[in-house]
């Protein structure tokens, strides 16, 4: 066996209703003033009331952030900052999906004064310390609350990433009640992101090791078998726990493991449309896996057993029907499927190849060379 490295949050806590015990995890960390960030939808659900009592009764302080939007630009993450500086806050909650708990690792960096923004894109660039983190997710997809990786909007169709272990949370807590009022779309949209980084991992050509691949495995498996109900029945906790406990699992596997292609190719639909992030993933995976087939059969068949349980036939045949049944998993769940259902046309095609291919840190983790002409391909393929 090769020499790897494997790395993970310090501790995670997981249950129905644990949220509540975010004060007396703080405590635990020598908080006594936490910032919570958020989004106003997730604060005007009151999903962000069970962690508040916590906190009070714990006799930790705090105050709230709201303004985090979906795939935040650099401004947002500034103003928040300045939010938790003013504040004077000893601690950071990231409580949300994953914008977010990036929002929230990076504010519990950047807070002590110590790095820029600027200076940290890319891999291992921090060099500094940051403030206790914890984060609680309020969507089974994005994994972030186990990941060393915050990804930020930094112009018109490119997001770039800070990736280093400093990132990584002290705390991941997983509570299936912040995800009751999940609607199904999103239920839907999110849980295919988490089923994308499981995929990804376990092809990845770079860092794959036993570990990220036995937690991709477990993963992808806990998302397959849950990820119908939880959206037919969003208040089914079981459900609900399950794809939180899978999405945190597939976050490990590609925190160590790094995802590709189809997070290349999913960032600029993103970036320059608006598409939420799960969506983008869902939209050009099965186009990406038919690309990468060739390079990827055997590990293709391995899964497609675990998504279609009693399946046989040979490696190719395991591999045809994992590509066809997650082109279908999005029609069953009412997602969109095709880039123009959400704004895209041909004339489009160049730029997003064109932001794509600035996405190397992702690409070079794809199991088969991707070049423009590529990306190119494969856009017009799901246009």
């Given amino acids: 066996m090769r020499t790897f490295e494997f790395q993970s949050p310090r501790s995670s806590l997981v249950g129905s209703g644990v949220s509540a015990r975010l004060g007396e995890l703080f405590k635990k960390l020598d908080c006594r003033a936490v910032l919570i960030v958020t989004d106003a939808g997730v604060e005007r659900a009151g999903l962000l009331k069970a962690a508040q009592r916590g906190l009070e009764d714990a006799g930790v302080a705090w105050q709230v952030f709201s303004r985090v939007e979906a795939d935040p630009a650099e401004a947002i993450i500034l103003e928040a900052v300045l939010h938790a500086r003013q504040a004077r806050v000893d601690g950071v909650l990231g409580l949300g999906g994953g914008s977010s708990m990036d929002v929230a690792?990076?504010?519990?960096?950047?807070?002590?004064?110590?790095?820029?923004?600027?200076?940290?894109?890319?891999?291992g660039n921090i060099k500094g310390k940051r403030l206790?983190?914890?984060?609680?997710?309020?969507?089974?997809?994005?994994?972030?609350?186990?990941?060393?990786?915050?990804?930020?909007?930094?112009?018109?169709?490119e997001k770039k990433g800070v990736v280093s272990p400093v990132l990584i949370p002290d705390w991941a807590v997983l509570?299936?009640?912040?995800?009751?009022?999940?609607?199904?779309?999103?239920?839907?949209?999110?849980?295919?992101?988490?089923?994308?980084?499981?995929?990804?991992?376990?092809?990845?050509?770079?860092l794959k090791n036993p570990v990220s691949d036995s937690l991709a495995k477990e993963g992808l498996s806990l998302?397959?078998?849950?990820?119908?109900?939880?959206?037919?029945?969003?208040?089914?906790?079981?459900a609900r726990q399950n794809m939180l406990l899978g999405a945190m699992l597939a976050g490990m596997a590609f925190s160590n493991a790094p995802v590709a292609a189809v997070h290349a190719l999913a960032y600029p639909v993103g970036a320059r449309f608006h598409v939420p992030h799960g969506l983008s993933n869902s939209l050009v995976l099965p186009a990406v896996m038919r690309f990468n087939n060739q390079a990827a059969q055997d590990q293709y068949a391995t899964l497609a057993e675990i998504v279609t349980p009693g399946l046989t036939g040979s490696s190719a045949e395991?591999?045809?029907?994992?590509?066809?049944?997650?082109?279908?998993?999005?029609r069953e769940l009412g997602l969109q499927t095709?880039?123009?259902?959400?704004g895209i046309a041909e004339g489009d095609l160049r730029q997003l190849s064109e932001d794509a291919m600035k996405q190397t840190r992702l690409?070079?983790?794809?199991?088969?060379?991707?070049?423009?002409e590529d990306a190119l391909a494969i856009y017009a393929e799901v246009l």
Wanted: proline share 6%.
């Fill in 223 to 238: 998302l397959a078998a849950n990820i119908h109900e939880a959206c037919r029945n969003g208040g089914n906790i079981d």
């Fill in 105 to 123: 690792k990076l504010v519990a960096l950047l807070a002590l004064g110590q790095e820029q923004l600027s200076d940290i894109y890319g891999v």
């Fill in 318 to 330: 395991k591999a045809g029907s994992l590509v066809r049944r997650l082109e279908a998993l999005p």
């Fill in 363 to 372: 690409l070079v983790n794809n199991p088969r060379e991707v070049t423009y």
């Fill in 338 to 342: 095709r880039l123009r259902d959400v």
């Fill in 175 to 206: 509570d299936a009640e912040l995800t009751i009022g999940l609607p199904p779309h999103v239920t839907a949209a999110t849980g295919i992101d988490a089923m994308v980084h499981a995929i990804e991992a376990f092809t990845s050509k770079r």
């Fill in 132 to 157: 206790p983190l914890i984060l609680a997710p309020t969507t089974a997809g994005t994994g972030s609350e186990v990941t060393p990786i915050s990804i930020v909007t930094t112009g018109e169709g």
